[in-house]
């Protein structure tokens, strides 16, 4: 069974404040976006006067003055994961990696991450964007164990705030940057234990969230939000139905898509706030980066007995879940 | 053992021979083209005339006058994959894809033609450039048999022509468009075995060879000469050693942007040069379309108990190898 052994994050350190949103004067108000979204502020890549002055209304020249790649973010949350494993990069046997903003299309993401660690290992990207972290667990967990090496290093990293057009009024305010990795090993018992693992997708509704190569993030954004919070809460309820889950003990991480819908999943669920850990409200929605970042950054609260469920759902349309197990 | 059981192939539509291509970039021939790396011509996506206008170099304007995607391609494949595989589009219960040149960075390739086929299934990509199939299939053969459904869509699909500046040299010439899609089994024996795989990567060498996201390809410009041709032939070494005695009655898939040191490895090896597989002559090397491309134009003349050699490196691959076994 696949542990997971250590977990590892970055974020930029730019905020792009709701006040400054407004200002934009693009049709919305800080007080809208937290009644509606949920989001105080959230991180970019961007230089703020870039941001002011473009909109981003061309992505290409966004590319040109980030302050720092997808690729950088995914190295920074990397060797965080690799030092709290205690191991060298040489020690990582695979690195899968999920991308949805590269700088570029080719190579795969993986190379420039494995190339910038010093990984000579087999390495190559599994792609779904936002439930990155639900596939790469559910695609490792299909490997017959010992065809496995001892370490396996996932990264998913985004910068999806350089594909934002910010004369669109929700746009901007829903996305940060940020990159989550983490190690897993069928060989050695970790932290946590990976129970169970789910992922699925329909990709009849693959349209209804976009990042197009030559321009900007766009969505159905009623669509994807009601089938959001209805799938993760299934997601949820088919772990609760199979297995004994206490929430007063345990704790869900959700996609951080926004505070506002997973506010309503935990009602439904009926969650105490203290066992719904998430970072939305203030990094932003940093797709497929999002849920295992949350997990990396409370990574130390996690005591042994605990479980964590993690729902995520996202572009595809794609969703999927993970069951831990605390050691 | 993970089994092929049907595999279909769509090439862009429109033909770039080396002449008018040399007409156009100028500073090489035909001749040298067709000498160095043994392509004639490339399919592209892109009207000449505007090749002839532009010398391309820019995917932004390429990717509006292009007259198709890489996931129309794609869907141009399928029914011939799904005709050899004799299955329906609804026994289909996972869509793997791959892709270097995106129309769109999200979602997935897989995703964006599985959702044209009407397939509600899982589906991600699983892409190494230039090694796409071979990790695929080597990953899937890793799976735990209860892990795979029935049947598995496998598909790359690319269009590099896009990407590609006619005036930065002979290696313009190198790359076509096209898709290719195969089914794969675990449980239902097909027309292919998969024997045996390795690969091998060096992403310190990740900047060689790049298509990017905005701009154009760039590629060292001894790519084939000092990178895939010394390193087909030692992955083509390591295939030996597992089946040496098989090779002279095997069939050679080698590198699709060296046609030429293809048949110089299969001479040396010992192939038979009636069973050196080659499409890149006619369509140029289609990344990670490339192999699976050949197996579906082969494939009714592939001979039931030879073996399939395939010794390959390019984007992304150091050096990766495949040996499949014909088996129907």
Known sequence: MLSLLSMGYAHPATNIENDFLEKLDVGTNAQW??????IEHRVTTLPIEYIKETRNVEPWEGKKFAEISPTDLGVKAAKMALEKANLKADQIGLLITNCCTPNDVAPPESHRIAAALGISSLCYDIFTACPAFALHMDYLSSFEEEKLPEYVLCVSTAT?????????????????????AWILS?????????????????????????????????????????FSVRQTVRLIKRLEEEYEIDW??????????????????VNNREIPEGNHWHNVTHIGNQAGASAPAVLAMNWEKLSPGQKVIVAVVGAGLSWGSILLEIQ | MLYILGAGFKPADTVLTNDRLSEMAGGFSAADIESLYGIQSRSTTLPISYLEETKGGNARKAFKVANSSPTDLALGSIDETLARAGISKE?????IGDTATPTQITPSEGQRVAGKMGLKVPTYDLWMASGSFLAQL?????????????????????????????????????????????????????????????????????DKLKISLYGSLSIQDDFVEAMVRPRAREALERLRGWFSSDISEG???????????????????????SRVLVNGDKFGDMLGTSVPSILAQYWSQLEKGRKIFIAQSGIALCHGGMVLQVIK
Request: hydrophobic share 40%.
């Open chain 1, 160 to 180: 999806l705030t350089q594909h934002v057009n910010y004369n669109e009024r929700s746009d901007g305010a829903i996305w940060g940057d940020g990159a989550a």
């Open chain 2, 251 to 273: 069939y050679l898939i080698g590198p699709s942007c060296d046609v030429v040191g293809t048949r110089a490895l299969a001479k040396e090896f010992g192939f038979n040069s």
């Open chain 1, 186 to 226: 069928a060989k050695h018992k970790g932290k946590a234990k990976v129970v169970d693992t789910h992922f699925n997708s329909d990709p009849t509704r693959s349209e209804a969230v976009v990042v197009d190569r030559f321009g900007h993030f766009r969505q159905d954004g009623r669509a994807v939000r009601d």
């Open chain 2, 91 to 95: 026994q289909i219960g996972l869509v």
């Open chain 2, 138 to 206: 080597d990953a899937l053969s890793s799976f735990k048999p209860s892990k795979l459904p029935e049947y598995v869509l496998g598909l790359s699909a690319n269009a590099p022509t896009q990407s590609i500046d006619l005036r930065s040299g002979k290696t313009a010439a190198l790359f076509g468009d096209g898709a290719a899609s195969y089914v794969l089994s675990a449980s239902h024996e097909g027309k292919l075995g998969v024997l045996r795989a390795f690969i091998d990567v060096k992403p310190s060498e990740c």
């Open chain 1, 248 to 265: 007063n003990r345990d704790v869900f991480i959700g996609h951080q898509a926004n505070k506002t819908m997973l506010e309503q999943i």
């Open chain 1, 33 to 38: 976006i937290v009644e509606k979204i949920g």
